[in-house]
């Protein structure tokens, strides 16, 4: 889920306890506080931390260290137990740190005479800065990652990019996915998403949470299959758009999206997830949300490379991460990795890399062998 930032004055110091907590989401980053005369909710019923941080990443494929350049950043919150004057300072100092670059990298993706550079500038969430602020966050401090993707040259994982930049392999992890438009959450229309965590306490801890009248949250302990969905939907997106770009009607539509996601499930399983989440919330139903409803950013941009626009102009004057195009990248790699035919995948990273044209992929792909259906 990327994060668009808009511009507010730098936070106050922000207090690590579980009335009070910094997250992101698909269209904005706010500090969320209760109101004084209220009071605060019950912190999460498991121990020994009452915080839970929110991560969200400001792209979703994500760029390693070694092929880090200055760029966007997460955020994240600190410690959760009383620290001392001297390190009340210090964190003062690198969420200060972090809300500055921020607010600086939004003023620039803004800019008309950036916009070229929209794409490469907004697909490097940095190990780094996790590295930079490891110090500072409670070794049991929860993550919930709201980010779908890939790490390109790694092809690792939010979960396994989040303990190992913290150098802390049992630092409790969180992903929320789904089929979810920031703006129906807004607007409280009612909503289905997944939260899921090896850890199953957590799972359920962060499920009562998040959950309210108009959005019902589900549990799993599959995260390399709700993580692998949330990345590889956004690339069947493009493809869907495309089809519908070219006007090559509902039949062709059903036929891709039906083959895109046995693809998905080839996959996901080789990788060790469960087919059953691929078939579930989190898989099948963020897909047909992001391929078929025009809301979704990767579906824009199949719709605009199907009708005949070229990528780069499509990606300049868009004001929005298309999460598609990066992880595209990604695809061919695992494929090759897990020994896995992913033919309309593939297509599309193949077309966004200008090797293949729309026209063409479809000839290659209604030219294939007639098979029996797995």
Not at 121 to 127: A, L, V
Request: aromatic share 6%; glycine share 6%; with cysteine.
């Amino acid at each position: 889920m990327a994060a668009l930032l808009l511009e507010f004055p730098p936070p106050p110091f922000l207090n690590c306890n579980h009335h009070q907590f910094l997250s992101s989401s698909k269209t904005s980053l706010r500090l969320h506080n209760f109101p004084s005369k209220t009071p605060p909710p019950p912190p999460p019923p498991f121990t020994p931390t009452t915080t839970i941080c929110f991560l969200s990443t400001v792209t979703s494929s994500a760029i390693s260290k070694e092929e880090k350049e200055k760029g966007p950043h997460s955020t994240a919150v600190a410690s959760t137990r009383a620290p001392d004057e001297g390190s009340q300072q210090d964190r003062r100092k690198v969420v200060q740190i972090a809300w500055e670059k921020l607010v600086r990298w939004s003023r620039s993706w803004r800019s008309k005479n950036n916009k070229t550079d929209l794409l490469e500038r907004t697909n490097k969430f940095s190990s780094s800065f996790l590295e930079g602020i490891a110090e500072y966050v409670d070794p049991d401090l929860p993550f919930i990652s709201l980010s779908k993707g890939l790490e390109l040259n790694t092809l690792r994982m939010m979960s396994q990019i989040i303990p190992q930049a913290l150098g802390n392999p049992y630092q409790p992890f969180v992903l929320l996915s789904g089929p979810s438009f920031a703006l129906e959450l807004m607007n409280k229309l009612p909503t289905a998403m997944v939260v899921a965590s090896k850890d199953k306490k957590l799972a359920h801890a962060t499920q009562q949470l998040l959950a309210s009248s108009h959005l019902r949250i589900s549990t799993s302990r599959d995260v390399t299959g709700v993580e692998i969905a949330g990345a590889l939907k956004n690339v069947l997106a493009i493809a869907a758009g495309i089809v519908e770009g070219m006007n090559l009607g509902n039949n062709s539509m059903a036929a891709l999206v039906a083959q895109g996601c046995s693809e998905i499930r080839w996959l996901a399983t080789k990788m060790g997830a469960k087919p059953s989440t691929i078939t579930g919330l989190s898989g099948t139903g963020d897909i047909m949300l992001t391929c078929f409803v025009n809301l979704s950013r990767n579906r824009t941009v199949g719709v605009r490379l199907g009708s005949g626009e070229k990528l780069d102009d499509i990606l300049s004057s868009m004001n929005q991460v298309a999460e598609g195009v990066s992880t595209a990248g990604a695809v061919i790699a695992l494929a090759q990795k897990y020994n896995v035919k992913m033919p309309v995948l593939t297509a599309v990273a193949r077309i966004i890399d200008n090797e293949l044209t729309p026209k063409k992929a479809v000839l290659e792909l209604m030219s294939l062998p007639q098979v029996e259906e797995v």
